[in-house]
C-alpha cells in the first residue's frame, strides 16, 4: 500500500489514488478500494456457493479486524436477502489480559444492529486458556497454548452454532491466514488437515455445521486497510499467548518473502489448492460422536477431550485426572 499518490489517479473512477497494491498494480480512490472489498466477497461467496437466500448465518466474532470486517460486510450484504439472518457469536477463552474484549464486541454488534450470543470456555468445556497455558508450561508439553486453544475454539464454535441453530458457520480467515495454515500443515505432515484447507467445509447431520471463509481471498492488509476507511471498532490487543505459536514464525516469513516477491501469497494459495484437490476428502460417514462428550470426531475420542487427557484435567474441569 502506498498513500502518497497525490498525482495519481484511481483507474476505476479518476479520483485521486491512495492504494497502490503491489501484488496487482492496481490503483484505486478510497470508495472503489472499498467496493473491491465487498466485491471479493460476493465473489467468494458466488463462486463456493457458500449461502442460500435463507441462511441463518452464525459469524465467529472475536473483535478483532478480520471477524468485524467480515461481520460488517456480510450484514450490508444480508439486506438485499430478507429472508437471510445474521448474528455474531463469541467464545470468551477467560484469558484475565483481555477482560474489556467483550465490551469492544457489543458496541459493534449495537453499531450494526446483530444478535451477540457469547459463551466461554469456561461455560463448555470448564476451564480456560490461562488455565490451560499454566498447566501446559508446568508439564513442558510439546504442543503451544495457541495449540489446545485452537482445538478447543473449533469444538467450542461448532456447539455454540448449533446451540443458536445456524445453517453456517462464517470464519473471518483471511489470504494470510489460510497460505500460513498450509504451511504449518505441510510442515507437520498433517494431510488431513491440509485437505480441509478449503473455502467451504461440508456440515454433518446437523451437528456439525459448515463452516464457510468468505474472506478467503483478500490479503491481512487489504482488510486492516478496509477496517481503518470504515473507522470500524476493533479489539486490538494481542493474546498474552500468541507468541508462542509456530504460525508467529510462519507469518514473518511470508510476509518478509512477499514484500521482496509480490503476489507470492497468491500463487502459494493457488499451488496448495491444487495439491489439496488431489488429497482425498474425509466422507460424512467417518465423522461419529466422541465417546466422552458426544461432540463430532473422525477419531474415538476429539481432539478437546484429548487435550484435557494430555493435560490432566477431567471432565468436570480443572481436577487432574492423574499425573504422568
Known amino acids: 500500500m502506498n498513500s502518497e499518490m497525490s498525482r495519481e489517479q484511481c483507474r476505476q473512477c479518476g479520483r485521486p489514488a491512495v492504494v497502490h497494491r503491489l501484488y496487482s498494480g492496481e490503483l484505486l480512490c478510497e470508495q472503489c478500494f ?9 465473489e467468494a461467496i458466488s463462486k463456493w456457493n457458500m ?3 435463507t441462511d441463518r448465518i452464525a459469524v465467529a466474532f472475536s473483535g478483532g479486524k478480520d471477524s468485524t470486517v467480515l461481520l460488517s460486510i456480510l450484514v450490508e450484504i444480508q439486506q438485499k436477502f430478507p429472508d437471510s439472518e445474521v448474528l455474531a457469536i463469541t467464545l470468551d477463552e477467560g484469558i484475565a489480559a483481555n477482560r474489556e474484549r467483550i465490551d469492544t464486541l457489543n458496541e459493534t454488534t ?4 446483530v444478535e ?18 499454566e498447566r501446559a508450561h508446568a508439564t513442558q508439553s510439546s504442543l503451544s497454548s495457541c495449540a489446545y486453544c485452537g482445538t478447543l475454539r473449533r469444538q467450542g464454535l461448532n456447539i455454540v452454532a448449533r446451540q443458536v441453530r445456524a445453517d453456517k458457520l462464517a470464519l473471518g480467515h483471511n489470504l494470510d491466514d489460510e497460505v500460513q495454515s498450509m504451511l504449518m500443515n ?10 480441509r484447507s478449503t473455502p467451504v467445509q461440508e456440515g454433518v447431520r ?42 508467529t514464525e510462519i507469518r514473518e516469513w511470508l510476509n518478509a518473502f ?7 501469497k497468491f500463487n502459494l494459495t493457488a499451488t496448495m489448492g491444487k495439491i489439496i484437490s488431489s488429497l482425498p476428502s474425509q466422507p460424512p460417514e467417518l465423522i461419529h460422536k466422541c465417546r466422552n ?32
Open 293 to 324: 462428550c458426544g461432540e463430532p470426531t473422525s477419531g474415538e475420542v476429539c481432539g478437546a477431550c484429548l487435550c484435557r487427557e494430555e493435560l490432566g484435567f477431567s471432565k468436570g474441569g480443572s481436577q487432574e485426572r492423574g499425573r504422568r
Open 110 to 113: 449495537r453499531r450494526l444492529g
Open 186 to 195: 505441510v510442515l507437520s505432515g498433517d494431510l488431513p488437515r491440509l485437505a
Open 116 to 133: 451477540h450470543v457469547v459463551s466461554s470456555y469456561e461455560e463448555l468445556f470448564s476451564l480456560s486458556v490461562d488455565e490451560i497455558a
Open 51 to 53: 449461502l442460500q437466500r
Open 206 to 247: 446437523h451437528w456439525l455445521i459448515p463452516r464457510i471463509k468468505p474472506l478467503y481471498h483478500i490479503p491481512e492488509q487489504d482488510v486492516a486497510l478496509y477496517a481503518s476507511y470504515l473507522d470500524l471498532p476493533i479489539h486490538r490487543a494481542r493474546c498474552p499467548y500468541a507468541e508462542e505459536s509456530l504460525r
Open 258 to 264: 512477499e514484500s521482496r516477491h509480490p503476489g507470492s
Open 34 to 42: 472499498q467496493l473491491s472489498i465487498v466485491n471479493a466477497v460476493r
